[in-house]
């Protein structure tokens, strides 16, 4: 056991090894990325401690994989570095860890969490776990909903620790779209009972052989089909969000997913908490190349009162940022929006000439029992919209501004009975039968809540979804069934759905 005060060069030498120097640590983006992190105000590190002869169970199977058979003599044994944000020396640590963890608790409040280090050249970065910037669920907060409890037991003492584990990609044996399906297994695995993989376990699970037909490892990277091959046979399922804006360039036409459907796709996932893997295509020297990163988290503004206008409003399009897991970079690298085309990232900040970042596909891992998606409730939605704006006919001072997530019924339940529903009303709602996934589609005026209307997440497309109606002001039920009743030949085309007639009956019956 080594304990350092903690300074940008004892970081380096902390993270480097017999076959990677202090030196060559100190050129690498991810020590680059780390040292700004770790001295952060959130983080704000002040002690190192080493714990060598470390078994890591990640680097066990990949060291049973690929370097046992090498000629050179790979330790199988890592070593672990922890950081703190107190001051401490060794007298005092070994006087903390033989007392009760309960008579100490203050001091374990302030650790920051471990990088396991590997004894391999230059890709040293394993199994790490560290703890993420000031998280809350309201506006204005950090959401890290990709995140989960992390147990570590460092010297017969157990801490918790909230967060999403990350390693470097290892050149050999994972490439960076295995790393973000590791990450992202990391909290699925937890959540939905599926199974957590090493990256060689998930390399394999994704093909036979590489890109070009040749032996997998040394891997050279997996292509969007081999990722969905590989996230299947872990038991999840994938949604592929397709390119939907073409720019130019003078070098041709290419296809890019805009900042508006990103923000749209990551709010309505995000309560189900797996963390969505996004391929980004991004600068590197004279041209681009594409990349996988792991999404875990994201920062939203406050909402602000929308003028009405002819277009749909998304309570998405308050979402300023994301944190995603790159494992060229870091944990949590803050990724901000430029314009509705393309994405600053640590790629774009250090890049010679600044150049941005496109998103050409979103992997939206889920359970297999999510049938619907999001697009699938838009559409609906869309009618919605059309009808609750004829109804209103700008008496409003605000526009409607839609929000649409898949979430739990027990957490739908819950917000319910939160409500300010009259008892009667909630009674109805919470003795309803739900299925397990629910997509809620919520409407606002300004701040105020005024419908949601919920959907089976588990049934066909074509089918009637709908499940429930709820409207928070009492004093508009009375108008709006007078009006859906009494224009329902002009209003029920508005829907453009093959169960348009139902869903019609359904909003009539639901005001009742």
Known sequence: MQIQQYSEEALAEALSNKYTSAEVISEKNQYLYLKNYLSSPDMDTKTIVIEDNYVSKDFLHDYASYYALCFEEYPKLCKRVHFFSNNFNNVKFEE????????CQDFWNHYLGFIVIKPIPVTVLGYTVLKTYSNGGNFDDRNFWG??????????NEIELTSLAFQEQDSVLAACATTAIWSMLNKASIDFHTILKSPSQITKDADSTSLDGSRLFPNKGLNLLQICQAILNSGLV?????????LTFPSGNFNFVS???LKKILNAYSPIGIPIILIISVPTGDNYGLHAITISGFKKNPPAPVAPHANISWLSDNIEKFYAHDDQWGPFARIEFNGNDSLNTP????HITKNPTYVTNVVVPIYPKIRISYEDIEFIVLGLDTILSIFFDDNIIADLVWDIKINYSEKVKEDIKNSNLDNSEKLTCLSKSLPKYI???????GENKVFDFTFDGTDVSSGMLGKGFVCYISDIKPMLSEFLTSNRTLLQPLFNHSSKSIYYDFLIESLQ
Request: proline share 2%.
């Open 96 to 103: 903390i860890i033989l007392k009760k963890e309960s008579d």
């Open 147 to 156: 995140v989960r409890q992390y147990k570590v037991h460092l010297f017969g």
């Open 238 to 246: 994938s949604e592929i969000k397709q390119p939907d804006i073409t």
């Open 259 to 261: 900042n508006q459907y």
């Open 347 to 350: 790629w774009t900040h250090f």
């Open 439 to 445: 997509w809620v589609a919520s409407c606002y005026i």
